[in-house]
């Protein structure tokens, strides 16, 4: 007798939200964060296969596509479509935004370009990505950041390095400090 596994590139063991509002946002950041933790400590030691193994399970785990949209929708840049002028605004359509978030057959979509004038009376031009693109990076970043800032160590304070993962895990626009003389 031969039995059969469905085959689910989603890495989370909790069961889909039905609604985008049921969603308990706590626990999506904890199980995100949790699994960050994870990739940086596996980074700090040296276990590179680790590492690259938890950020597999990272971009492709519920949580984290759901905190992406999450913060791609929720930033003031939401407002503002791409290329292809599609905004997620409803809670089904970012339901199925997270759940369209896959790297098999991704392929970016042609940035937007607008002009903003500049005080000398000069354009300056902005690319604008498209919402998926958006949630594309933001998932990528979340696999990243830790790795980057451990990477980096003289760019972060202890207590800089707090508050600017806390501001990261937030959503709110964070600014990098500069590098501290010693």
């Known amino acids: 007798m031969q039995m059969t596994v469905e085959q689910s590139?989603?890495?989370?063991?909790?069961?889909?939200?039905?609604?985008?509002?049921?969603?308990?946002?706590?626990?999506?950041?904890q199980?995100?964060?949790?699994?960050?933790?994870?990739?940086?400590k596996a980074t700090q030691a040296g276990q590179w296969r680790k590492a690259q193994a938890l950020q597999w399970v990272l971009t492709h785990s519920r949580s984290a596509k759901l905190?992406?949209?999450?913060?791609?929708?929720?930033?003031?840049?939401?407002?503002?479509?791409?290329?292809?002028?599609?905004?997620?605004?409803?809670?089904?359509?970012?339901?199925?935004?997270?759940?369209?978030?896959?790297?098999?057959?991704?392929?970016p979509k042609p940035l937007r370009r607008h002009y903003i004038p500049k005080p000398n009376?000069?354009?300056?031009?902005?690319?604008?990505?498209?919402?998926?693109?958006?949630?594309?990076?933001?998932?990528?970043?979340?696999?990243?950041l830790l790795i980057w800032i451990g990477d980096v160590p003289w760019l972060f304070a202890r207590s800089d390095r707090t508050k600017f993962l806390r501001s990261f895990h937030s959503g709110q626009t964070h600014q990098i400090p500069s590098k501290r003389s010693k």
Do not use: C
């Not at 989603?10 to 950041?29: E, G, N, Q």
């Not at 009376?121 to 998932?139: C, E, F, N, V, W």
């Open 9 to 29: 590139t989603d890495a989370s063991f909790t069961p889909p939200p039905l609604a985008w509002k049921t969603i308990d946002w706590s626990r999506v950041r």
């Open 31 to 40: 199980e995100v964060r949790r699994l960050q933790m994870r990739i940086a």
């Open 67 to 107: 905190l992406a949209v999450y913060r791609v929708t929720t930033n003031r840049g939401a407002k503002t479509p791409g290329v292809d002028n599609v905004r997620w605004r409803t809670d089904k359509q970012k339901l199925q935004a997270a759940f369209n978030l896959k790297r098999h057959g991704y392929k």
């Open 121 to 144: 009376g000069k354009l300056r031009p902005l690319s604008i990505p498209t919402m998926h693109d958006r949630a594309m990076q933001a998932l990528y970043a979340l696999a990243l």
